[in-house]
């Protein structure tokens, strides 16, 4: 892939991405003042539910199955991959729901509205099943886009349709249900079409369901501490630092989460061009990356820092002014936090260093959470933003060292230079060997 056509698909893809906060704009709003707050809270709590049960049956499939098929020769291969990943999906999907209906018969919320959990349950296995991992990794780009754009719409024309008032949060669940199964229908067809239907069975879902777990514990270790910060910070420090913490965190996980539709394109394209022994375009397309991603990350630290003061009192209210400096704080994460990206998601997953990724990953996580329960019951929210701070940095370390071991740090734009310089200090060696890829 030349470099303009890359932009273009890049550009493409965060175009995609911009339509979920639009969406998110008009709803938002939409549901506070229709619901209430006892029926918006009904919804919140559905959706935590539902994010839970998604990442069960997602598990670490999705970059699993990418890869796969960004190495597949033929639509045979692909047809092989996608009913392994189906079954897999499937059988996931089965203990998913049986851990949905439990965990809505538990919750105090859930329970007198059953039905919300239930549909939540449901959205999280359909949501489970998305096929994005197979478009990716055949290099269509731009067609999960346009499902996912159209899944927006529908549900959106739905919601504002159905919700009429404090009773209806069924009707927000039902709403994102059809338009999940919409897109699906869509998703499947289109696999269908090109690969064929897929074959259920047994045989190579433990297979695959081992070798996704590394996968899945180095993801999952962030998501649970991300998602959980919020809730051990109302453990240890006042509601007034919660609440600074919320909405500073919250700009936060905006500002990261848009380093991932790059991921979308570069990951499978890398994938690709090692298993065609592409080396040289492989190692070109990696830096690319990096420089893109680094790139971001610096953009977004100097703006944070910046501009925080400013827009967090405009947007907020000036009763937020504090949550303005636990995003300051937050600021000197975002440059470790490409970094890791990219090693994470450009360097070791293309090249299967699965294993290694959950080694770093749980020992950040579990240093993260140390450095948690250590420095926020003395400086509240700052102290947690400075946990993730150097859970972020500890990763890095760990990972720079990783890439040095395994001799790929000529795949860091400036990497063997400065490593050079760093042997010519303490009297090593002047320079480093090549990176090397598989």
């Given amino acids: 892939m030349d470099r303009r056509k890359s932009v273009r698909i890049i550009g493409f893809v965060y175009g995609g991405y911009l339509m979920r906060y639009v969406y998110l704009i008009i709803v938002v709003p939409f549901y506070g003042r229709m619901l209430g707050v006892a029926g918006y809270g009904r919804v919140l709590a559905s959706m935590s539910l539902m994010n839970v049960i998604w990442m069960l049956v997602n598990y670490g499939f999705s970059p699993v199955g990418m890869r796969d098929v960004s190495k597949a020769q033929s639509d045979a291969e692909c047809q092989e991959i996608f009913s392994l990943h189906v079954s897999a999906r499937i059988a996931h999907g089965l203990v998913g729901g049986c851990i949905g209906i439990i965990a809505t018969m538990c919750s105090p919320v859930l329970s007198e509205r059953p039905l919300i959990g239930v549909l939540a349950t449901l959205l999280g296995i359909v949501s ?18 346009v499902i996912e754009v159209f899944g927006f719409l529908l549900s959106l024309v739905l919601v504002l349709t159905l919700v009429k008032g404090p009773d209806d949060a069924v009707w927000v669940l039902a709403s994102l249900l059809i338009a999940g199964v919409a897109s699906s229908i869509i998703s499947y067809g289109l696999t269908i079409y090109q690969v064929g239907w897929p074959r259920l069975k047994l045989a190579g879902i433990l297979p695959l369901v081992r070798t996704s777990t590394m996968l899945f514990l180095y993801s999952s270790g962030s998501v649970v501490f991300t998602a959980s910060s919020t809730y051990l910070l109302t453990l240890l420090s006042t509601p007034d630092q919660v609440g600074y913490f919320g909405a500073a965190e919250r700009f936060a996980t905006i500002a990261l989460a848009l380093m991932g539709p790059a991921a979308q394109v570069f990951i499978p394209t890398i994938t690709r061009q090692l298993a065609q022994n592409d080396m040289q375009g492989a190692h070109d397309t990696t830096r690319r990356g990096a420089t893109l991603l680094m790139g971001y990350g610096l953009l977004i ?16 209210g000036a009763s937020f002014g ?14 470790f936090a490409a970094f890791n990206e990219f ?13 290694l990724l959950a080694v770093v990953g749980i020992t950040a996580g579990l240093i993260n959470l140390v450095a ?17 701070v150097i859970g972020e940095a500890i990763l890095s370390v760990m990972l720079v060292g990783t890439v040095i071991r395994l001799q790929m740090v000529g795949l860091v734009p400036g990497g063997e230079r400065a490593l050079g310089m760093v042997r010519v200090a303490c009297g090593l060696r002047p320079h480093a060997r090549a990176g090397k890829d598989e």
């Fill in 372 to 388: 948690a329960l250590i420095l926020a019951p003395l400086y509240g929210a700052i102290g947690i933003a400075l946990a993730r």
């Fill in 301 to 316: 630290f100097c703006g944070a820092l910046a501009l925080s003061p400013f827009a967090l009192p405009l947007i907020l």
């Fill in 322 to 335: 504090p949550s303005a400096h636990v995003l300051q704080i937050f600021a000197w994460m975002f440059p």
């Fill in 128 to 145: 489970g099943m998305n096929l994005g991992w197979m478009f990716q990794g055949r290099h269509q780009f731009r067609t999960p886009i």
């Fill in 343 to 355: 090693v994470a998601g450009y360097i070791f997953l293309p090249r299967r260093k699965d294993r």
